[in-house]
């Protein structure tokens, strides 16, 4: 076990993984490996759809396509360092460990706002229809794109610079199977009152505007969805907004769940908390943003019958 007194000389730490029970060790394995491989098919092959056909160059698949990206890197951030666990002794570098954190902070927050960027889009596509085109043009959208990227950033920012001042001196096992910010911070000797305040501003910041920002939008599209005579057209209103309801519902709740509470209180079941975010999100938002749109339908079929005749 390393020891310090310098947070610089700290060379390594080790990772405990989701569960220390041998007999779940290999069913674990095969069960991440699939969801990652599920992930990472499902999200390629969105991008690919999205980019190979015109007829989804509009703002709603930009945003989902940004989204499908964010959640392709997401999975490859954390996932392939978590199956290690489960084969071997998972040790990760302090450095290693710092890039991972960064990486997961500014993913994590930047799908916060591509998913507010995505609600605001089906307002705009509902309540405005005859402004959509200057409301979501492309510099708009490229703009939006810019503040989530920027966002990711400065907050990825913030968390790594404070916690590279501290101390890591009482051990370097990190309780968790990836480098998070509340196992960390369990294993400081140092104070980390500045840790804990700026945890709570970001995740406080990144969690209640968006969540803000999309409850007044669906707010709107709702008492404008209310107005529509025609069943039909109320129907295809719904359809068109519950898949990204039901995304946003699961993500920021399990993220709310896991960060609006005090850093000393993680145990193993926040470990498990945190797969819902991590690890089933980016697999299941390919699946919720396609299985009922008949635009994603049409364009598999155009795509898979280029390929058969070509």
Wanted: charged residues 10%.
């Amino acid at each position: 076990m390393t020891k310090s007194n310098d947070s610089s000389t700290v060379k390594e730490f080790i990772l405990l993984g989701l569960t220390q029970q041998p007999e779940l060790q290999l069913p674990l394995f095969f069960l991440f490996l699939g969801i990652y491989v599920v992930s990472m098919v499902a999200s390629l092959g969105l991008i690919v759809l999205i980019v190979s056909n015109p007829h989804l160059h509009t703002p709603m698949y930009y945003f989902l396509f940004i989204l499908s990206l964010i959640d392709l890197c997401y999975s490859s951030v954390i996932t392939p360092k978590m199956l290690v666990s489960f084969v071997k002794q998972n040790i990760i570098s302090y450095t290693e460990c710092m890039t991972q954190l960064f990486f997961f902070c500014f993913f994590v927050i930047g799908e916060c706002y591509i998913l507010t960027a995505m609600a605001y889009d089906r307002y705009a596509a509902i309540c405005k229809p005859l402004l959509y085109q200057v409301t979501m043009s492309r510099h708009v959208c490229l703009l939006m794109t810019v503040g989530v990227y920027v966002m990711g950033f400065v907050g990825g920012m913030a968390h790594i610079v404070c916690m590279l001042r501290l101390t890591f001196c009482d051990g370097n096992i990190i309780n968790h199977y990836m480098c998070d910010i509340p196992p960390l911070l369990k294993l400081s000797c140092t104070s980390t009152s500045i840790n804990e305040l700026m945890l709570f501003i970001v995740v406080s910041v990144n969690v209640t505007v968006p969540c803000m920002a999309i409850f007044v939008s669906y707010t709107l599209i709702l008492s404008n969805i209310l107005s529509i005579h025609s069943a039909e057209g109320r129907s295809k209103a719904f359809s068109t907004c519950g898949s990204h309801v039901i995304a946003v519902s699961f993500f920021f709740g399990a993220l709310a769940f896991m960060y609006l509470k005090p850093s000393n209180a993680f145990g193993d079941d926040d470990k498990v908390s945190t797969i819902f975010y991590t690890i089933m999100g980016p697999m299941l938002n390919p699946f919720i943003y396609s299985i009922r749109n008949k635009d994603v339908h049409v364009a598999l079929r155009k795509t898979l019958n280029k390929r058969m005749f070509s």
